[in-house]
């Protein structure tokens, strides 16, 4: 009984370790998708374009702020709160932000490299897909 309590609990810590790596893996593919837009809005100091570029990355549940920064210069910076998934059950349930950074380029000439500034994005990886409570909850019983 002890080695089957033992197993599903190294099971649930596999499948959060998991969950969390794909939290990660999706707010990094999503920055990089809003990042062309992002470079335009700082290139052009648009500032609904730079709003939208916001709220387009505040769909990912686990981004907490987003931060445009335009030649060294912040041009737009918003937070938020997030909706835990976890219940607090200790060190491995508890808040696990991770900075992601994307430089942004001039989209006049991508070849040339010009870095006009960087879109900063702390990310929450413990904020997992919802159905994961109930699998692990599910393992932890059966």
């Known amino acids: ?42 290139y052009n100091f648009y ?6 570029a916001v709220l387009g990355l ?17 041009m737009i910076s918003r937070e938020r709160e997030v909706e835990r998934t976890l219940p607090n059950l200790g060190p491995a349930t508890q808040q696990d932000l991770i900075q992601l ?8 000439n991508l070849s040339s490299g010009e870095v006009i500034g960087k879109i900063y994005v702390p990310v929450d990886r413990s904020i ?9 909850l599910h393992r932890g019983a059966g």
């Open 1 to 42: 009984m002890l080695l089957g309590a033992v197993s599903g609990l190294s099971q649930i810590a596999v499948d959060l370790r998991q969950e969390k790596d794909a939290v990660q893996y999706s707010a990094e593919e999503f920055l990089n998708s809003v990042a062309p837009s992002a470079a335009s809005a700082a």
């Open 47 to 52: 500032m609904p374009a730079a709003e939208q």
């Open 58 to 74: 505040f769909t990912q549940r686990a981004i907490k702020a987003v931060t445009i920064i335009n030649e060294g210069q912040v």
């Open 101 to 108: 950074e994307t430089l942004l380029y001039a989209p006049t």
């Open 128 to 136: 997992v897909a919802p159905a994961f409570v109930p699998r692990a």
